[in-house]
T-cell receptor, first 112, second 115 residues
Framework: QQQVKQSPQSLIVQKGGISIINCAYE??????FPWYQQFPGKGPALLIA?????SEKKEGRFTISFNKSAKQFSLHIMDSQPGDSATYFC???????????FGEGTQLTVNP | DADVTQTPRNRITKTGKRIMLECSQT?????MYWYRQDPGLGLRLIYY???????NKGEISDGYSVSRQAQAKFSLSLESAIPNQTALYFC??????????????FGPGTRLTVL
């Protein structure tokens, strides 16, 4: 049972375009929603995270949009670059993040 | 992340063999985790430990055991490996951050193949 559903499974974007990855969750007790970025041969690394008391968080070209009523959140990558090509995982947890439940992952390819 | 190391990085073994994967960290964190990554399934939590005396089962602990030898060391064992345990295994550490958020720092992973 996947408590966090992520889509799409793969995404191809042209350089300079906007990449959008969506996640939906079921457990209303989740209160911390991080996104992790994983390059080939490496472990995942925290990219950006949000708590449900805000609807949006922006860090540079990366923005999380959060819709509590719909139980959905998304990652937007503005001005996508080839260096952004990686696998992205959304996740959710209760009480701050110790037990993360991950989505299935999205493999992003940004073409030059 | 060089602060979290995993050994071995790659391992091929046969069905029924006992395997140990090791994780060491120099970040000084109390919390450590073991995950497995499978294509299309994301990362799933196997076991986690909040300190040396605290071990907890995660989402998919069957067929696995762990040992927390010290604050810095957390080992994962497969008592009798089977082919569907073929996966990429990650160790992670964390320390409770501000506002109760908990950034996890992952090691480079161990690719395990069970024939």
């Amino acid at each position: 049972q996947q408590q966090v559903k992520q889509s799409p499974q793969s995404l191809i974007v042209q350089k300079g375009g906007i990449s959008i990855i969506n996640c939906a969750y079921e457990n209303t007790a989740f209160d911390y929603f991080p996104w992790y970025q994983q390059f080939p041969g490496k472990g995942p690394a925290l990219l950006i995270a949000i708590r449900p008391d805000v609807s949006e968080k922006k860090e540079g070209r990366f923005t999380i949009s959060f819709n509590k009523s719909a139980k959905q959140f998304s990652l937007h990558i503005m001005d996508s670059q080839p260096g952004d090509s990686a696998t992205y995982f959304c996740a959710a947890s209760i009480e701050g993040g110790s037990r993360l439940t991950f989505g299935e992952g999205t493999q992003l390819t940004v073409n030059p | 992340d060089a602060d979290v190391t995993q050994t071995p990085r790659n391992r091929i073994t046969k069905t029924g063999k006992r395997i140990m994967l090791e994780c060491s960290q120099t970040k000084g964190h109390d919390r450590m985790y073991w995950y497995r990554q499978d294509p299309g399934l994301g990362l799933r939590l196997i076991y986690y430990s909040f300190d040396v005396k605290d071990i907890n089962k995660g989402e998919i602990s069957d067929g696995y055991s762990v040992s927390r030898q010290a604050q810095a060391k957390f080992s994962l064992s497969l008592e009798s490996a089977i082919p569907n345990q073929t996966a990429l295994y990650f160790c992670a550490t964390s320390d409770l951050g501000g506002r109760g958020t908990d950034t996890q720092y992952f090691g480079p992973g161990t690719r395990l193949t069970v024939l």
